[in-house]
Nanobody, 118 residues
Framework: QVQLVESGGGLVQAGGSLRLSCAASGSIFSIHHMAWYRQAPGKQRELVAAITRSGTTDYADSVKGRFTISRDNAKNTVYLQMNSLKPEDTAVYYC????????????WGQGTQVTVSS
């Protein structure tokens, strides 16, 4: 089985920073692209940031210049550094990975709550 374990969420004041991590484990042959999504109450789940195996990144317009996605392929881990946090960043954050294990499929983390107070 493949499991994604997220950590790093919490409560922070506006302007503060948090660093999320998501580590994949299990019967993994290969991890392809990795991404972070978030879902706030009353809103659709949205893509926050994505990164390919080679390091190419993509960000939602709302987080450009504030968030940075990175990955450590040796550790099967993806990170999301969140700076200059705003109350509208409050959401449950989920990591997603495209994994060959041996079939290719998407796997999701359990979610971690990020709350930004004003």
């Amino acid at each position: 089985q493949v499991q994604l374990v997220e950590s790093g969420g919490g409560l922070v004041q506006a302007g503060g920073s948090l660093r999320l991590s998501c580590a994949a484990s299990g019967s993994i042959f290969s991890i392809h692209h990795m991404a972070w999504y978030r879902q706030a109450p009353g809103k659709q789940r949205e893509l926050v940031a994505a990164i390919t195996r080679s390091g190419t990144t993509d960000y939602a317009d709302s987080v450009k210049g504030r968030f940075t996605i990175s990955r450590d392929n040796a550790k099967n881990t993806v990170y999301l550094q969140m700076n200059s946090l705003k109350p509208e960043d409050t959401a449950v954050y989920y990591c997603k990975t495209l994994v060959t294990s041996p079939d290719i499929a998407d796997y999701w983390g359990q979610g971690t709550q990020v709350t930004v107070s004003s």
